[in-house]
């Protein structure tokens, strides 16, 4: 019985990739675990200019329901619960930092000089929380309203320590306008999800999640 023909031996090339396919099996458990123990980094909330209404003055009554300005309070537009947590890359809560929001009436009008100063004096127009210990926010406000040029958004800025963390936008899912409009349609696809959430209808008016991520 003829004997098989001997093996040809392994060329150089081989024998590496050999070597590199044992080298990647043997660390994966190693990575995976690696991966596992360690929190993935998250992508920060995209930034977004602040726009020329940012309130040269800052209202008396300046707390998280823009919708009682003072005494008064505002019927005009949809009620909105805007909530959220706030943390770091690693997903910490940023407990002690400071969320601001700014927007105009339901007439698109902002309490700015530079908008003629003729928003409804009943709309409080910005508030600021600071951050909760397990990193949430919460504002009272109404469905944002477009204005010329501009699909519907919310201003919204974080602080910490007195330094600015971020400067951004939120946008409301689904609004015609949105593709419309200049600034978010330079956004990419991933700074488009992470800053239009949608406005959902509750018992209690809309609700709209807005979680922000920053590199504090
Ligand atoms: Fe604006």
């Not at 043997?26 to 690696?34: E, Q, S």
């Not at 003729?118 to 477009?146: E, N, S």
């Amino acid at each position: 019985m003829p004997l098989p023909p001997p093996r040809p031996p392994m060329t150089a090339h081989a024998r590496l990739r050999r070597r590199t396919v044992g080298l990647a099996l043997a660390a994966a458990p190693a990575l995976w675990l690696g991966a596992w123990a360690r929190p993935a980094a998250r992508r920060p909330t995209p930034a977004q200019t602040e726009g020329p209404f940012y309130p040269r003055q800052l209202p008396a009554d300046a707390d998280h329901d823009l919708l009682r300005n003072g005494a008064a309070s505002y019927p005009e537009g949809q009620p909105v619960w805007l909530e959220g947590n706030v943390s770091d890359l690693t997903g910490r809560p940023l407990a002690g930092a400071q969320v601001e929001i700014w927007q105009c009436d339901h007439a698109g009008r902002y309490h700015h000089p530079g908008d003629g100063g003729r928003a409804d004096p009943r709309f409080q127009g910005f508030g600021r929380v600071t951050v909760a210990a397990d990193g949430g926010y919460r504002f009272r406000t109404i469905r944002p309203a477009p204005y010329t040029g501009r699909t519907p958004h919310i201003h919204l800025k974080v602080r910490l320590g007195g330094r600015e963390l971020l400067t951004t936008q939120v946008y409301v899912a689904g609004d015609p306008g949105n593709a419309r409009d200049f600034l978010w349609r330079h956004l990419d696809e991933d700074a488009r999800a992470a800053l239009t959430v949608p406005f959902v209808r509750t018992g209690d008016g809309l609700l709209a999640r807005f979680p922000i991520v920053v590199a504090a």
